[in-house]
């Protein structure tokens, strides 16, 4: 359609970000505030456009644009151009940020009360460079917008976040930037030697499948390791995730929304896009390594949370654990499994999303986010009981809501893997299967401690939700049962996605 614009899509919160900074904007809290959600409104109908006139039979790349600067391709003679492009797999991810940052900005009023320009700013520079992530054709425009990613995301932890915020957002902005050296050099030798082997230019994605003729097998392990190493902090695997549970308890309740339904799927797709689909042959060789290493993160981040007592650090290594059965559903080698893998990463999303605007309604009452100090919370919030209820049986999978199927498929496409070592995928699944039973008892424990539990003297005349809060958690709770219900209105949007890959893996 022709009124739909890639480029608009990508930039305008860009745009507007730029906009609120200048000084001639009104400095006006309740101004600032109105404008933000009016256009993150709009820009959430625009989204879904792009999926209401998506063609799902499509194979390949759709919406294709290039930006050009005065008639003029970015960088040439270089063979590097700022094309951008969707797929099924980039169009969901895409209305999931442009959705999450929605209902972060109606969440944001009772929690950010100082520097509005600068926080919505921030949130809408965010927003452009997770979409630009997403919908880069080029390596090096994918590394811009994943560079420009970290600086939003320091002055949200910093600026907003607890007195412990700033160094943790130093210490998140600092080894980052040293791991996507990693990710860079490996862009740079995979970008020369193509030149070298192709005598063609070009940072191109799609171009760049890994003809094992022209490219040794030291070179793509090396150039796989680094790409590894540049994803794996933002997943996060075990042994790179201690930022995400810090920084979680320390940021500021709107700003724990954006990391957990933004951040974490970049780095997913970032192994998709990159590990799996440039290097496929290398990638079946790491998978048994990625499928236990998966396995880990479901059973480390799980024992972690029945031993926390802040929501929010418990929160987040269940985030950790869902992101295990992502891994095991990718390294299965099959489309049953990869294509739990990347309705589990929406799934999470969603999911994670909304406790973590369930933890902003009790902080913002309580000013506490401690288990052992909140207690019969549903005797005086029943309307935030009865919507969190439903958001903690999703996220322990339960029939008809929004991760069962997913993590069924996950657990069908690993006990049916492609992998040789059949010993290893049988065991890995049912300590999955089992590690749902382990999920559902801290989940469940968190919603019995805070809401079912004795009352406390001192939360006795809290208020319920208010309107606003109530709508917000009523949309992520109908999302939740319409996509439990209805699964493949989102498979069948990327089920072609998962053709090219696994044709690509030959498998």
Same mark, same amino acid.
Request: net charge positive.
């Given at each position: 359609?022709?009124?739909?614009?890639?480029?608009?899509?990508?930039?305008?919160?860009?745009?507007?970000?730029?906009?609120?900074?200048?000084?001639?904007?009104?400095?006006?809290?309740? @101004?600032?505030?109105?404008?933000?959600?009016? &256009? $993150?409104?709009?820009?959430?109908?625009?989204? %879904?456009?792009? +999926? !209401?006139? =998506?063609?799902?039979?499509?194979?390949?790349?759709?919406?294709?644009?290039?930006?050009?600067?005065?008639?003029?391709?970015?960088? @040439?003679?270089?063979?590097?151009?700022?094309? &951008? $492009?969707?797929?099924?797999?980039?169009?969901? %991810?895409?209305? +999931? !940020?442009? =959705?999450?940052?929605?209902?972060?900005?109606?969440?944001?009023?009772?929690?950010?009360?100082?520097?509005?320009?600068?926080?919505?700013?921030?949130?809408?520079?965010?927003?452009?460079?997770?979409?630009?992530?997403?919908?880069?054709?080029?390596?090096? +425009?994918f590394f811009v917008f994943w560079e420009l990613s970290l600086i939003p995301v320091y002055f949200l932890i910093s600026q907003w976040g607890n007195s412990e915020a700033r160094r943790s957002a130093m210490r998140f902005t600092i080894c980052s930037f040293v791991v996507n050296m990693f990710l860079f050099f490996g862009m740079l030798i995979l970008?020369?030697?193509?030149?070298?082997?192709?005598?063609?230019?070009?940072?191109?994605?799609?171009?760049?499948?890994?003809?094992?003729?022209?490219?040794?097998?030291?070179?793509?392990?090396?150039?796989?390791?680094?790409?590894?190493?540049?994803?794996?902090?933002?997943?996060?695997?075990?042994?790179?995730?201690?930022?995400?549970?810090?920084?979680?308890?320390?940021?500021?309740?709107?700003?724990?929304?954006?990391?957990?339904?933004?951040?974490?799927?970049?780095?997913?797709?970032?192994?998709?896009?990159?590990?799996?689909?440039?290097?496929?042959?290398?990638?079946?060789?790491?998978?048994?390594?990625?499928?236990?290493?998966?396995?880990?993160?479901?059973?480390?981040?799980?024992?972690?949370?029945?031993?926390?007592?802040?929501?929010?650090?418990?929160?987040?290594?269940?985030?950790?654990?869902?992101?295990?059965?992502?891994?095991?559903?990718?390294?299965?080698?099959?489309?049953?499994?990869?294509?739990?893998?990347?309705?589990?990463?929406?799934?999470?999303?969603?999911?994670?999303?909304?406790?973590?605007?369930?933890?902003?309604?009790?902080?913002f009452r309580t000013k506490s986010t401690y288990i052992t100090a909140l207690g019969g919370l549903g005797q005086v919030m029943p309307k935030c009981m009865y919507l969190t209820l439903i958001i903690c049986f999703a996220a322990i999978g339960l029939p008809f809501l929004i991760m069962f199927t997913p993590k069924l498929m996950v657990l069908t496409?690993?006990?049916?893997?492609?992998?040789?070592?059949?010993?290893?995928?049988?065991?890995?699944?049912?300590?999955?299967?089992?590690?749902?039973?382990?999920?559902?008892?801290?989940?469940?424990?968190?919603?019995?401690?805070?809401?079912?539990?004795?009352?406390?003297?001192?939360?006795?005349?809290?208020?319920?939700?208010?309107?606003?809060?109530?709508?917000?958690?009523?949309?992520?709770?109908?999302?939740?049962?319409?996509?439990?219900?209805?699964?493949?209105?989102?498979?069948?949007?990327?089920?072609?996605?998962?053709?090219?890959?696994?044709?690509?893996?030959?498998?």
């Amino acid at each position: 359609m022709s009124f739909l614009s890639l480029i608009w899509l990508i930039f305008a919160p860009l745009i507007v970000a730029v906009i609120i900074m200048f000084p001639q904007f009104p400095n006006h809290q309740v @101004k600032v505030r109105r404008f933000a959600k009016w &256009f $993150a409104s709009f820009h959430f109908i625009y989204a %879904l456009l792009f +999926l !209401t006139f =998506f063609d799902s039979s499509l194979f390949g790349m759709s919406y294709e644009k290039e930006l050009t600067f005065f008639g003029m391709s970015w960088l @040439k003679s270089l063979g590097i151009s700022a094309k &951008f $492009a969707l797929d099924g797999m980039t169009l969901l %991810l895409v209305v +999931l !940020t442009t =959705f999450i940052v929605l209902v972060t900005l109606f969440v944001s009023k009772i929690h950010i009360r100082s520097k509005h320009k600068l926080y919505y700013s921030m949130v809408f520079l965010l927003e452009s460079s997770i979409l630009g992530i997403f919908c880069a054709k080029d390596m090096f +425009l994918f590394f811009v917008f994943w560079e420009l990613s970290l600086i939003p995301v320091y002055f949200l932890i910093s600026q907003w976040g607890n007195s412990e915020a700033r160094r943790s957002a130093m210490r998140f902005t600092i080894c980052s930037f040293v791991v996507n050296m990693f990710l860079f050099f490996g862009m740079l030798i995979l970008y020369y030697y193509n030149f070298a082997v192709s005598n063609i230019l070009t940072a191109n994605i799609e171009t760049l499948n890994m003809d094992n003729k022209l490219y040794p097998f030291w070179f793509q392990m090396l150039v796989f390791v680094n790409f590894l190493l540049g994803f794996v902090i933002r997943v996060p695997f075990i042994g790179f995730h201690s930022w995400y549970p810090d920084i979680q308890s320390k940021a500021a309740a709107p700003v724990n929304i954006l990391l957990s339904g933004l951040l974490l799927n970049t780095g997913v797709y970032g192994l998709i896009r990159f590990n799996m689909q440039v290097f496929p042959e290398i990638f079946k060789i790491f998978a048994p390594v990625l499928l236990v290493w998966g396995l880990v993160n479901i059973l480390y981040s799980g024992a972690l949370c029945v031993v926390q007592q802040g929501i929010k650090k418990m929160v987040s290594y269940a985030n950790i654990s869902t992101v295990g059965f992502v891994m095991m559903g990718l390294a299965s080698l099959n489309s049953t499994g990869f294509n739990g893998a990347v309705f589990t990463a929406l799934a999470s999303a969603i999911i994670f999303s909304a406790l973590f605007v369930v933890i902003s309604c009790i902080q913002f009452r309580t000013k506490s986010t401690y288990i052992t100090a909140l207690g019969g919370l549903g005797q005086v919030m029943p309307k935030c009981m009865y919507l969190t209820l439903i958001i903690c049986f999703a996220a322990i999978g339960l029939p008809f809501l929004i991760m069962f199927t997913p993590k069924l498929m996950v657990l069908t496409g690993t006990m049916f893997s492609n992998l040789d070592q059949q010993l290893l995928v049988k065991v890995a699944a049912f300590i999955g299967l089992a590690a749902i039973s382990v999920s559902a008892g801290y989940i469940m424990y968190f919603f019995y401690k805070v809401f079912c539990s004795v009352l406390l003297d001192q939360w006795k005349k809290l208020k319920d939700l208010s309107p606003q809060e109530a709508s917000v958690l009523t949309a992520l709770c109908l999302v939740i049962i319409y996509l439990g219900v209805c699964p493949m209105s989102i498979i069948s949007v990327y089920q072609s996605v998962s053709s090219i890959i696994l044709d690509v893996l030959q498998v």
